[in-house]
């Protein structure tokens, strides 16, 4: 039963496809047209063969006249009379009366013609088979000799009627086959319209049903649709990927999320113990208070990442000097390296003008430095410097610690990535990929390689 109506409903819908009612339109431009171009035809045709019966008609009396002027009605009428009758309703039909009361006639009488002049008999019942009526369809034309005998003469014109006739009859079938030509093309082209369509209905019901790897098929209706599916992919593809990123996104928060909350809550349980101990309860409510700082810098750190990877943050740009820059972050966190046991160091290089965010650019840099501190190792030997290139600036940063392995590079830009999952160090796992994010927005490249031993970083800004 509903294998039936799945039939039904297929074959119904070819009679609202956009195929067949563009044949449909069409077709009906094409009639209207034709019946323009075949009415004019029918004009000009009828106009062109009346003309001829006309010069005709004027052919033949210009003779009776010129033989009557010359010789006088009578004698035309008996000269007329001595030749056997031309029956033959194509031909001319003839009247002649002379002033004596002689007439001759094959077939003409004075109810068909005017005094004088050109007169149109339309028929008035039916044509007898060989022999015309006393009003036939035919056209006459009347004159007066010199001698006052009434000449006239006329042609049946029935052939005019026939052949307008037959054009009318052949405009009107051959309109109703292109109507119905045209209806089968638009009915054929919209089956095959919903064929080659039924794949791509399929594969969206697919990624409707949660299939998001599943992508359109070419849908072989030309070109344009074609472009057409592989745009959709594209967007499917993007679409995936925020769907994965924000999936990843999810469970690093959550994962991130639980380790701090779980601390927060021990502590507010030891306070919540130890009331009547001051100082213990300070103590707690302080690594309480650290670890929601912890938590608000989290979500503060990926609110930053969201905006800049989706362009919600405007870059403040402005001329900077990167060489600049960074002597003045490596003075700020040289205490931080000296704490430890380490050394920071900065090459003094010649001024590298560029154009940017200096908060982003001073962020970045900042999350480098704490990334060779914490992450990166004994000794803690790093060095900042500026690099000037054809058309670029690169700001570096290299360590002397353990270093990346090259097929961690890429992933250490993720969100929450970490090569050891059991580091204390404190951190959250988005520090390179808030550099990353910042180096994209100011549209340069960043590049991880090995300092043997250590981690090379640079950051690649185009100049103005």
Request: charged share 20%.
């Amino acid at each position: 039963m509903s294998s039936s109506n799945r039939t039904r409903a297929r074959a119904s819908s070819v009679w609202s496809t956009t195929g067949l009612r563009y044949a449909a339109a069409f077709s009906l431009l094409f009639s209207l047209g034709a019946a323009v171009m075949v009415a004019g035809v029918d004009y000009g045709l009828m106009r062109f063969a009346e003309a001829e019966v006309r010069d005709g008609l004027n052919h033949q009396m210009a003779v009776m006249r010129a033989d009557a002027d010359r010789h006088g009605t009578a004698a035309l009428v008996q000269d007329l009379n001595a030749e056997a009758r031309n029956r033959d309703a194509r031909r001319y039909l003839l009247l002649v009366e002379a002033p004596n009361g002689n007439t001759f006639s094959n077939g003409l009488t004075r109810l068909a013609i005017n005094a004088t002049g050109f007169r149109h008999n339309l028929p008035n019942k039916a044509r007898p088979a060989r022999w015309p009526d006393q009003t036939p369809n035919m056209m006459t034309l009347s004159a007066r000799a010199a001698d006052g005998g009434l000449l006239a003469v006329g042609r049946d014109i029935q052939h005019l009627d026939e052949l307008r006739g037959g054009i009318r009859r052949f405009a009107l079938w051959s309109g109703l086959a292109l109507i119905l030509l045209a209806l089968a093309g638009g009915w054929a082209s919209g089956r095959i319209f919903l064929r080659r369509l039924e794949g791509v209905n399929q594969a969206v019901g697919r990624i409707i049903a949660g299939q998001d790897s599943t992508r359109l098929p070419a849908a072989g209706l030309g070109r344009e649709f074609n472009e057409l599916a592989d745009n959709l992919n594209r967007m499917l593809d993007r679409q995936e990927a925020a769907l994965t990123a924000l999936k990843s996104l999810s469970e690093g928060v959550a994962h991130e999320l639980r380790a701090p909350l779980n601390r927060v809550r021990n502590r507010l349980e030891e306070v919540a113990a130890h009331i009547d101990d001051v100082g213990l309860r300070d103590e707690m409510i302080e690594r309480a208070l650290a670890e929601t700082d912890q938590v608000s810098a989290l979500f503060e750190a990926l609110l930053t990442l969201a905006r800049i990877e989706s362009g919600g943050a405007a870059l403040r740009l402005a001329p900077i000097d990167l060489a600049e820059l960074a002597t003045t972050v490596s003075d700020i966190y040289r205490p931080l390296v000296e704490e430890t046991g380490g050394h920071l160091s900065v090459s003094q290089g010649s001024p590298s003008p560029i154009k940017g965010d200096a908060a982003l650019l001073q962020q970045a840099l900042a999350n480098l430095i704490e990334n060779a501190v914490f992450h990166g190792g004994p000794p803690h030997r790093i060095e900042v410097s500026t690099i000037d290139r054809d058309g670029t600036t690169t700001l570096r940063v290299a360590d002397q610690g353990m270093g990346i392995p090259i097929e961690e590079r890429a992933k250490v830009l993720r969100r929450f990535y970490r090569i050891n999952q059991a580091d204390p160090a404190p951190g959250s796992g988005l520090g390179l990929a808030m550099v990353a994010a910042v180096v994209h927005a100011h549209g340069g490249e960043l590049s991880l390689s090995d300092n043997h031993p250590g981690l090379v970083v640079e950051i690649t800004l185009p100049r103005p």
